[in-house]
Structure formats: C-alpha cells, structure tokens
C-alpha cells in the first residue's frame, strides 16, 4: 500500500554534513508520521528521529542527534528530509525510514512498532 525509498547516504568525513530524504509513495493520503531509524554494526536497532505529518510540525530527537539533525517534511511531495550536520564516526550506520498510518493521541512516535512500512535504508559512512 506504501512504498517507502531512502536516499541521500554516503561517505563524508567527520564534521561534515549529509541530508537524506525520504519519499512515500502509493497510498499516502492517512500517514500520520515519519521518522529515521538507524543500525549500526553490532547495535541494534535505534530511534533517530520523527515528524507528524499533520499540523503542527511535531519532531523528537535521540539525546545522541539533537542539535545536529533536523527532520523536516514536505507534504506536497510525501517526503521527509534529515539534515545531518556535524557528523561523528558514531553517526556510521544503515539509516532507514519508515511510515505509519497509526495515530497515537501522544502524537510521538519513537519507537519501531508504531511504524507500519520501512524502506530498505542507506548507508552512511563517516570517516577520519
């Protein structure tokens, strides 16, 4: 019903900066957010970052990225972007979106089973 393709990744150097995007595409029209996931070797799985896609312009942040990424949406075009400024080498890892239908009256959504379609990810490397 939803189809979900990351783009955007690549390998920068520490400090440096990256911005992802997001795109749903298919049946769009119920999302309610957005958000980033990511996976590093030997990690599991962790929040990064969200974003209602109603009014409003709700966004949570991991403690780890706050004040470096900035999660934005453009609705017309059914897409999220992630701008990653300030990399760390401990920002290397799969980033993957994913797209819920499901409303939460928090309007936060954190964790991974709030989420109902993810993309495949992208990869971001960065290095010394």
């Known amino acids: 019903q939803v189809t979900v393709v990351e783009s955007g990744g690549g390998l920068v150097q520490t400090g440096g900066s990256l911005r992802l995007s997001c795109a749903a595409s298919?049946?769009?029209?119920?999302?309610?957010?957005m958000g980033w996931f990511r996976q590093a070797p030997g990690k599991e799985r962790e929040f990064v970052a969200t974003i209602s896609l109603r009014s409003g312009d709700t966004t949570y942040y991991a403690d780890s990225v706050k004040g470096r990424f900035t999660i934005s949406r453009d609705n017309a075009k059914n897409t999220v972007y992630l701008q990653m400024n300030s990399l760390k080498a401990e920002d290397t890892a799969v980033y993957v979106c994913?797209?819920?239908?499901?409303?939460?009256?928090?309007?936060?959504?954190?964790?991974?089973?709030?989420?109902?379609?993810w993309g495949q990810g992208t990869q971001v490397t960065v290095s010394s």
């Open positions: 994913a797209v819920t239908e499901r409303w939460y009256a928090s309007k936060s959504y954190l964790h991974e089973f709030q989420y109902n379609y």
């Open positions: 298919g049946r769009t029209l119920n999302l309610n957010a």
